[in-house]
């Protein structure tokens, strides 16, 4: 499992672009039958892409740095399937997990075994108490529809788990995905100093890039983003991106809350 630490603003601020890279970009979480982790120490997230090979079962390990018997003795996960529609058995038990659609998984969980065609994101939190594992299809929940084809940011939001019928103690997570001509995500954008945010960009074209804006409102850096990389965005940092054509992108956040509304404004005219 890679680690990586926690960063101030005033570090970042004097970053060149291959420690920006090697502090806040997820670049090879995806490898064909394998399941890759990253842990950040913003709000001690973990990320995970598994990717099952045709035919076999890929089992959930329990990375060895959590001191822990099974991954979930300490934590929870939302797991969203990037790739085509697959079963993921959590302790025997058996889930279709739809194309953008997420299986909760709850504290005291000993077992997760994922089965191709799926790709699956996971991003893990602490958590305090056990909520049961649920099926979210990638329809339900609460579907928000933002933005304007005048400010090429027209996309639709869905918050598949965001504390709401489907109860989670931290973790909340959901799915954005650009309409066609629309290349910008959460412009205007903001922080929420609560909360740690964690971004994995995909359906971005082989040719296409995503610009993610990062650091303080004030002190902007940039990362260069290809397809099924992700991002770590501390509390501190905006988070917002532009395309070179549209794209997808699952958010995911654990914190001190979980109000999605609390956010603090970064109007585009006080950034630098
Ligand atoms: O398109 C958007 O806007 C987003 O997806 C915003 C994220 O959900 C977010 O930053 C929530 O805090
Ligand atoms: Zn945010």
Known sequence: MENRYACAPEHVA?????????????????????????????DRVILAGAVPAEGAQLELPTPEALHAEHLFDNRE??????GADAEVTVDGQTYTVAHKGLLYVGRGTRSVTFSAPGRFYLYSA???TEYPTTLVGPDEGNVLELGEQETSNKRTLRQLLFNGDV????????????????????????????????????????EARVIHLMGEPSETRHL?????QAVISPSWSVHSGVGTKAYSFIWAMAGENQKFDDMDPAPVTSME
């Open 14 to 42: 004097g970053m060149r672009t291959a420690e920006l890279r090697e502090r806040f970009l997820v670049e090879n979480l995806f490898t064909d039958g394998e399941v890759n982790f990253t842990y950040s120490h913003h």
């Open 77 to 82: 996960a939302g797991i969203i399937n990037i």
């Open 126 to 128: 602490p958590a305090h």
């Open 167 to 206: 109860k989670s103690c931290q973790v909340m997570m959901g799915v954005t995905t650009l309409a066609p001509g629309s290349m910008w995500n959460t412009m205007p954008a903001h922080t929420h100093d609560r909360r740690m945010e964690a971004y994995l960009y995909f359906d971005v074209a082989d």
């Open 224 to 228: 260069v983003v290809a397809n099924e």
